[in-house]
């Protein structure tokens, strides 16, 4: 079983940037296909990036794409995302979550483990 462990949010301008990073322990990273979802005040938790295993697969849903960017360090056991130009949309809590079935999902149905949140606030 793996643990996640979520850092880097905070707040930040419009059209600032950000890093969050997961920090995973107890097992291996590279077994399990990973993402990012959020959730906001009164919202359900909502699909942000997706990553295969390798780190060769990636999906974003239309509201992030080309300004998230998912990636991993499976040597260091670590993912993260890298977001720019955040808007006041963007203002959410950020969870890392981890697959151990085949294959990639969006849905939080199709994740096992997740770490517990950090806030991103973003002002305008």
């Known amino acids: 079983q793996v643990q996640l462990v979520e850092s880097g949010g905070g707040l930040v301008q419009t059209g600032g940037s950000l890093r969050l990073s997961c920090a995973a322990s107890?097992?291996?990273?590279?077994?399990?296909?990973m993402a990012w979802f959020r959730q906001a005040p009164g919202k359900e938790r909502e699909f942000v990036a997706a990553?295969?295993?390798?780190?060769?697969?990636?999906y974003y849903p239309a509201s992030v794409k080309g300004r998230f960017t998912i990636s991993r360090d499976n040597a260091k056991n670590t993912l993260y995302l890298q977001m720019h130009s955040l808007k006041p949309e963007d203002t959410a809590v950020y969870y890392c979550?981890?697959?151990?079935?085949?294959?990639?999902?969006?849905?939080?149905?199709?994740?096992?483990?997740w770490g517990q949140g950090t806030q991103v606030t973003v002002s305008s």
């Open positions: 979550a981890a697959r151990s079935r085949p294959g990639e999902s969006t849905t939080t149905f199709g994740y096992d483990y």
């Open positions: 990553i295969g295993r390798t780190g060769d697969s990636t």
């Open positions: 107890g097992r291996t990273l590279s077994s399990y296909a």
